[in-house]
């Protein structure tokens, strides 16, 4: 069974727009890291402020080498302080 993560990402208004182009240019990377299934990203409908990361991972050492690389943490050092809070969301896909 894989890994699912639902990452999402409340970006404070006035900075919603360096938020969204930090997260964005995490998808060309992430897609071509090996054991990454799935990373797309979206944005809430009735909060455009609300960014929401849905991914899929062969396993979680696939999940840890994402977390270990140089755009993740090129990502979080640009987002630390313009956002209004991370939830990260951890589940086993099933079916």
Request: aromatic residues 2%; negative net charge.
């Amino acid at each position: 069974m894989s890994l699912s993560i639902i990452a999402t990402i409340v970006a404070q208004a006035e900075h919603r727009e360096t938020v969204l182009q930090a997260l964005t240019a995490m998808l060309a990377p992430t897609r071509a890291e090996a054991g990454c299934r799935q990373y797309d990203l979206h944005v809430d409908q009735s909060d455009p402020n609300r960014l929401v990361m849905i991914e899929r991972w062969s396993d979680d050492a696939a999940l840890d080498a994402h977390i270990a690389t140089s755009h993740m943490a090129q990502l979080k050092a640009v987002i630390a302080d313009k956002t209004a809070g991370i939830d990260i969301q951890r589940l086993t896909h099933v079916a």
